[in-house]
């Protein structure tokens, strides 16, 4: 059993853990709360946004746009989102584990066919750890995200598939549902995938809605496009920054728990042992005392 000072040193040292984890879960709770209301402001543009253009490319077939072309994917894209810090649960490890996932069912393309683009540090040292080659530094915008950083990125991007240096762009990162629910999806973000959209329409006709376009639906969609893709793009890194704080308030949340029960055991461990040695001194006096009266 552990003396009585090594079991106070260890009640210390829990308790100073657990302020350090329930002063984390409040500073994860106050930039959760901005980063929700970020997403939850700029969210319905950007999905009013997308819901007009794919209605525009999916009403008129005529229009031979790049981006609705689907051609065999000889080279790809991989656009990772991940946190620049730990101590949020699995929320790094999932983004990890996806990222191999999908880069093993490209890997026949050949390494020099696909292209990452990792935006936190925790996915950027895993894939470089890993050996793979990386097209740039974006770990600030994981932190911070910048709407200007985002739309740079998003014009490489689309400079690449339009030039046909890329067949595909693909997406990982986590969307955030609510504090304690984060899903972890993967999408195509380039070419746009109006199959879905076509089969709403012929099945709502609500979905078929009738715009009046001017000056035409050509220059519309030339200055519509990119704009979508910067929005799209930028939706999804509030969405990984919101439930990466999400991920880290709970984890501390369960952390703080956790070190709450472990006080009280050993609390009640060192009570016990408290009780066992002055029984254990009552003994030996009163031991010593029957021992002198004989």
Do not use: W
Not at 26 to 46: D, E
Not at 172 to 189: A, D, E, K, P, R
Request: hydrophobic content about 40%; charged content about 25%.
């Amino acid at each position: 059993m552990a003396s009585l000072k090594e079991i106070r040193s260890r009640i210390g040292s829990v308790k100073s853990t657990q302020k350090i984890t329930s002063a984390m879960k409040m500073i994860s709770s106050s930039k959760l709360r901005k980063a929700q209301m970020a997403i939850t402001n700029f969210l319905p543009y950007q999905q009013k946004l997308d819901a007009i253009l794919t209605n525009l490319l999916a009403s008129d077939v005529s229009y031979d746009s790049p981006f609705t072309q689907q051609r065999e994917v000889k080279r790809t894209a991989i656009v990772v989102f991940s946190s620049n810090s730990s101590l949020c649960g699995a929320f790094n490890a999932n983004v990890i584990k996806e990222f191999k996932a999908v880069y093993d069912n490209k890997k026949h393309l050949g390494d020099d066919n696909i292209l990452i683009y990792p935006i936190g540090k925790k996915v950027d040292d895993a894939i470089r750890k890993i050996g793979l080659n990386v097209q740039g530094d974006y770990n600030a915008m994981a932190d911070k995200p910048s709407f200007q950083e985002v739309q740079n990125l998003a014009k490489e991007l689309i400079a690449k598939y339009v030039n046909k240096e890329i067949d595909e762009v693909v997406i990982i990162y986590y969307h955030f549902v609510s504090t304690g629910t984060q899903l972890l999806n993967t999408y195509t973000y380039l070419p746009f995938d109006l199959s879905k959209k076509k089969e709403d329409a012929n099945g709502d006709s609500a979905a078929q809605t009738d715009y009046i376009l001017e000056p035409s639906k050509e220059e519309i969609l030339e200055s519509l496009i990119p704009t979508v893709l910067y929005s799209k793009l930028y939706a999804t890194l509030l969405d990984s920054n919101a439930s990466e704080h999400a991920a880290r308030m709970m984890a501390m949340q369960v952390a703080t728990d956790n070190a709450n029960e472990l006080i009280q055991d050993l609390t009640q461990e060192y009570n016990k042992s408290r009780q066992q040695a002055v029984t254990n001194e009552l003994l030996d006096i009163i031991g010593g005392a029957s021992a002198l009266e004989g």
